[in-house]
């Protein structure tokens, strides 16, 4: 399943070599200010604290070593991006639109992804413990080696969506069908679910994560 997805998945559409390379952080702000779209570049190495950066549009740019945090990128637009060794903890990227984006050894404590559309997506070794994914579209998303510590995947629609050595070790997938997610080689011990447990049915695990998830049941497996 998970090999099927990665076929399919749509990577970043960049030119073939970016020579335009900003490393001052008033650049952004002052895109900001204008309500211009920033693309066709590399941003590296910029520093931003608490900023409102909401309704901003991204494309078909890098983004390497870049730190912002506690920032607003509410409503904003990603599309054709590469994250690589950024720190976006506790940004707020609510109600934004991801297509054929990669985030690489990033950071992103407590961000919050609320209602937003995140398409033809790839996560690798990031740490993205205690995220917020809730009310989510989620279309070709694919994860992998990535901390997800107490995240939340609440009320998410899920459409081609691979998982792959993850930790889901406490996170919720309440109102938010697991059907065909294959998690055998990721920790999902003490996951939220409804009380019916119905977001569980048609899930692939292993016969340890079984009879993890048979105490939801009240059942007890002895040898």
């Given at each position: 399943m998970n090999m099927i997805i990665n076929k399919k998945l749509l990577s970043p559409v960049l030119p073939e070599s970016m020579e335009d390379i900003v490393t001052d952080s008033v650049y952004l702000l002052d895109k900001q200010e204008n309500e211009?779209?920033?693309?066709?570049?590399?941003?590296?190495?910029?520093?931003?604290?608490?900023?409102?950066?909401?309704?901003?549009?991204?494309?078909?740019m890098k983004l390497e070593g870049c730190t912002f945090l506690d920032c607003s990128f509410e409503k904003g637009e990603f599309v054709d991006i590469v994250f690589s060794a950024c720190n976006f903890s506790n940004c707020n990227f609510s109600d934004s639109y991801f297509n054929r984006t990669i985030i690489n050894s990033s950071k992103g404590l407590g961000a919050k992804?609320?209602?937003s559309?995140?398409?033809?997506?790839?996560?690798?070794?990031?740490?993205?413990?205690y995220?917020?994914?809730?009310?989510?579209?989620?279309?070709?998303?694919?994860?992998?080696?990535?901390?997800?510590?107490?995240?939340?995947?609440?009320?998410c629609h899920l459409k081609h969506v691979?998982?792959?050595?993850l930790n889901l070790e406490h996170a919720s997938f309440f109102k938010t069908s697991m059907r065909?997610?294959?998690?055998?080689?990721?920790?999902?011990?003490?996951?939220t679910v409804s009380d019916?447990?119905?977001?569980?049915?048609?899930?692939?695990?292993?016969?340890y994560q079984a009879a993890e998830l048979a105490k939801f049941l009240g059942v007890v497996i002895k040898e």
């Amino acid at each position: 399943m998970n090999m099927i997805i990665n076929k399919k998945l749509l990577s970043p559409v960049l030119p073939e070599s970016m020579e335009d390379i900003v490393t001052d952080s008033v650049y952004l702000l002052d895109k900001q200010e204008n309500e211009e779209e920033v693309r066709d570049i590399v941003l590296k190495n910029i520093v931003l604290e608490g900023e409102d950066l909401s309704r901003m549009r991204f494309s078909t740019m890098k983004l390497e070593g870049c730190t912002f945090l506690d920032c607003s990128f509410e409503k904003g637009e990603f599309v054709d991006i590469v994250f690589s060794a950024c720190n976006f903890s506790n940004c707020n990227f609510s109600d934004s639109y991801f297509n054929r984006t990669i985030i690489n050894s990033s950071k992103g404590l407590g961000a919050k992804f609320c209602g937003s559309t995140i398409l033809h997506t790839t996560v690798k070794e990031c740490n993205l413990n205690y995220s917020n994914f809730d009310n989510c579209k989620l279309e070709y998303f694919y994860a992998e080696e990535t901390e997800m510590l107490g995240s939340n995947l609440t009320q998410c629609h899920l459409k081609h969506v691979g998982f792959s050595r993850l930790n889901l070790e406490h996170a919720s997938f309440f109102k938010t069908s697991m059907r065909g997610l294959d998690f055998r080689d990721s920790i999902i011990q003490g996951l939220t679910v409804s009380d019916d447990f119905k977001e569980l049915k048609g899930a692939v695990v292993d016969l340890y994560q079984a009879a993890e998830l048979a105490k939801f049941l009240g059942v007890v497996i002895k040898e």
